[in-house]
């Protein structure tokens, strides 16, 4: 079945420092893929999405390219900021339903 | 406009005890999702609505958990009698459509549930 693979946490950055989340999937057919944010003490949102091979999210700063001869959907951001401290979550839908795919989740946290 | 509103925000009870959660979805969302959340994973879905009917409840362990939305807006999840493995957060999330990969979900902030 389909699946979603991101890299472990915690990851542990100094302010500015460039940021990389990897995150890789499986799937039958031709998915749309989503970063989610959780913040400490908050809900869900959704951060950037692409629905489609090569198309590029992006939102407050980050950004992750849709690659499918990789089948990955990595999240980065060029310079990070104590308050991008949280835990961020890769999904995916097949584009014929509904349900999302999640990974782990992985905790971000920025040093001052 | 209002978010999606779960309430209460955090619960401790006994096992063996039946304990509810509650959701409103955004006004206008005819689709509604309740997932539980264990620490350190990702969302599993229990049950998708579609106005009042459940259309997704293949991963609702039906012995001891219960879920309506009788009018198609907000909506109820029960589990009775608790068990000590069903300590975890219980997320709410509303959608325009259920159908098709472009549709964003939005979620509540959760039910944290700690069963002692």
Request: net charge negative; glycine share 10%.
């Amino acid at each position: 079945g389909d699946s979603v693979t991101q890299m472990e946490g915690p990851v542990t950055l100094s302010e500015e420092a460039f940021l990389t989340i990897n995150c890789t999937y499986t799937a039958t057919g031709y998915p749309s893929l989503f970063w989610y944010v959780q913040y400490p003490g908050e809900g869900l949102q959704l951060l950037l999405k692409a629905t489609k091979a090569d198309d590029k999210g992006s939102n407050k700063g980050f950004e992750a390219t849709y690659r499918k001869e990789t089948t990955s959907f990595h999240l980065e951001k060029g310079s990070v900021q104590v308050s991008d401290s949280a835990v961020y979550f890769c999904a995916l839908t097949e584009n014929s339903n509904y349900q999302l795919i999640w990974g782990a989740g992985t905790k971000l946290i920025i040093k001052p | 406009e209002a978010g999606v509103v779960q309430s209460p925000r955090y619960k401790i009870i006994e096992k063996k005890q039946p304990v509810a959660f509650w959701c409103n979805p955004i006004s206008g969302h005819n689709t509604l999702y309740w997932y539980r959340q264990n620490l350190g994973q990702g969302p599993e879905l229990l049950i998708r609505y579609e106005n009042e009917e459940a259309v997704d409840d293949s991963q609702l362990p039906k012995d001891r958990f219960s879920a309506e939305r009788l009018k198609g807006v907000d909506s109820t999840l029960k589990i009775q009698p608790a068990e000590l493995g069903d300590s975890a957060v219980y997320l709410c999330a509303s959608s325009r459509f259920g159908g098709g990969g472009n549709t964003e979900a939005f979620f509540g902030q959760g039910t944290r549930l700690t069963v002692v």
